[in-house]
Protein backbone atom coordinates (compact mmCIF):
# COMPACT_ATOMS: atom_id res chain seq x y z
CA UNK A 1 0.00 0.00 0.00
CA UNK A 2 1.44 3.66 -0.95
CA UNK A 3 0.06 6.40 1.47
CA UNK A 4 -0.64 9.58 0.05
CA UNK A 5 -0.46 13.13 1.91
CA UNK A 6 -0.33 16.65 2.03
CA UNK A 7 -2.99 19.51 2.35
CA UNK A 8 -6.40 20.02 0.40
CA UNK A 9 -5.98 20.75 -3.02
CA UNK A 10 -2.03 19.68 -2.98
CA UNK A 11 -2.39 17.97 -6.24
CA UNK A 12 -2.65 14.33 -3.96
CA UNK A 13 -5.44 12.82 -6.40
CA UNK A 14 -3.76 14.48 -9.50
CA UNK A 15 -0.21 12.89 -8.31
CA UNK A 16 -1.75 9.19 -8.06
CA UNK A 17 -3.72 9.52 -11.98
CA UNK A 18 -0.33 10.44 -13.20
CA UNK A 19 2.64 8.53 -11.47
CA UNK A 20 0.45 5.28 -10.96
CA UNK A 21 -1.86 5.09 -13.84
CA UNK A 22 -5.05 5.05 -12.13
CA UNK A 23 -8.80 6.79 -13.44
CA UNK A 24 -11.24 8.29 -11.65
CA UNK A 25 -12.92 5.23 -11.81
CA UNK A 26 -10.19 3.72 -10.01
CA UNK A 27 -10.79 6.32 -7.19
CA UNK A 28 -13.58 5.49 -4.09
CA UNK A 29 -14.12 9.54 -2.64
CA UNK A 30 -14.12 8.57 1.52
CA UNK A 31 -15.37 5.01 1.20
CA UNK A 32 -14.56 1.82 1.72
CA UNK A 33 -15.47 -0.82 -1.48
CA UNK A 34 -13.66 -2.55 -4.31
CA UNK A 35 -11.51 0.18 -5.57
CA UNK A 36 -7.97 0.19 -5.38
CA UNK A 37 -7.61 3.50 -4.71
CA UNK A 38 -9.38 5.49 -1.69
CA UNK A 39 -9.20 9.15 -1.41
CA UNK A 40 -10.41 11.64 1.54
CA UNK A 41 -9.99 9.17 4.39
CA UNK A 42 -9.56 12.03 6.74
CA UNK A 43 -13.92 11.93 5.74
CA UNK A 44 -13.86 8.23 6.15
CA UNK A 45 -12.85 8.60 9.71
CA UNK A 46 -15.02 11.60 10.61
CA UNK A 47 -17.88 9.97 10.17
CA UNK A 48 -16.84 7.26 12.86
CA UNK A 49 -13.44 8.29 14.40
CA UNK A 50 -13.54 5.81 17.32
CA UNK A 51 -13.58 3.12 14.65
CA UNK A 52 -10.15 3.63 13.09
CA UNK A 53 -8.63 0.19 14.50
CA UNK A 54 -11.13 -1.77 12.45
CA UNK A 55 -10.33 0.24 9.35
CA UNK A 56 -6.72 -0.23 9.01
CA UNK A 57 -7.20 -3.73 8.10
CA UNK A 58 -9.19 -3.25 4.83
CA UNK A 59 -7.15 0.11 4.27
CA UNK A 60 -3.91 -2.32 3.96
CA UNK A 61 -5.29 -4.06 1.33
CA UNK A 62 -5.83 -1.04 -1.11
CA UNK A 63 -3.05 0.09 -3.75
CA UNK A 64 -3.15 4.07 -2.47
CA UNK A 65 -4.78 5.36 0.36
CA UNK A 66 -5.23 9.17 0.29
CA UNK A 67 -5.33 11.61 3.09
CA UNK A 68 -5.46 15.55 3.57
CA UNK A 69 -3.35 16.80 5.98
CA UNK A 70 -5.38 17.73 9.03
CA UNK A 71 -3.29 18.20 12.03
CA UNK A 72 -1.72 21.87 10.93
CA UNK A 73 -3.71 24.99 11.80
CA UNK A 74 -5.73 26.52 14.86
CA UNK A 75 -7.19 23.27 17.16
CA UNK A 76 -11.06 23.53 16.86
CA UNK A 77 -13.33 24.34 19.37
CA UNK A 78 -15.37 21.68 18.69
CA UNK A 79 -14.48 18.26 20.47
CA UNK A 80 -15.82 15.66 18.18
CA UNK A 81 -13.92 17.56 15.32
CA UNK A 82 -10.32 17.46 17.74
CA UNK A 83 -11.09 13.60 18.30
CA UNK A 84 -11.67 12.59 14.69
CA UNK A 85 -8.13 15.18 13.72
CA UNK A 86 -6.35 12.93 16.18
CA UNK A 87 -8.15 9.75 15.17
CA UNK A 88 -6.68 10.59 11.38
CA UNK A 89 -3.87 11.34 12.83
CA UNK A 90 -2.99 8.48 14.60
CA UNK A 91 -4.82 6.55 11.74
CA UNK A 92 -1.83 7.82 9.27
CA UNK A 93 0.67 6.89 11.49
CA UNK A 94 -0.41 2.91 11.72
CA UNK A 95 -0.74 3.13 7.62
CA UNK A 96 2.68 5.19 7.42
CA UNK A 97 4.62 2.15 9.63
CA UNK A 98 3.30 -0.86 7.29
CA UNK A 99 3.04 1.19 3.73
CA UNK A 100 5.89 0.28 1.33
CA UNK A 101 5.78 3.97 0.76
CA UNK A 102 4.89 7.11 1.74
CA UNK A 103 4.61 10.15 -0.26
CA UNK A 104 3.99 14.16 1.05
CA UNK A 105 2.67 16.22 -1.50
CA UNK A 106 3.21 20.00 -0.83
CA UNK A 107 2.29 22.29 -4.23
CA UNK A 108 1.89 19.58 -6.10
CA UNK A 109 5.61 18.21 -5.75
CA UNK A 110 6.01 14.85 -3.79
CA UNK A 111 8.52 13.91 -1.49
CA UNK A 112 8.76 10.47 -0.82
CA UNK A 113 9.20 10.48 3.08
CA UNK A 114 9.24 6.67 3.39
CA UNK A 115 10.37 3.62 0.45
CA UNK A 116 11.08 0.38 1.84
Given at each position: MILVIGGLASGKRSYV???????????????????????NLQNL???APDSIEALLPS?????????NEVGSG????????RIARE???RLCVALAEQAEKVIRLCCGVPA?????
Amino acid sequence: MILVIGGLASGKRSYVRKEFGFGDSDMADGVLDSRPVLFNLQNLVFKAPDSIEALLPSLLLKKVVICNEVGSGVVPVDKAERIAREATGRLCVALAEQAEKVIRLCCGVPAVIKEQ
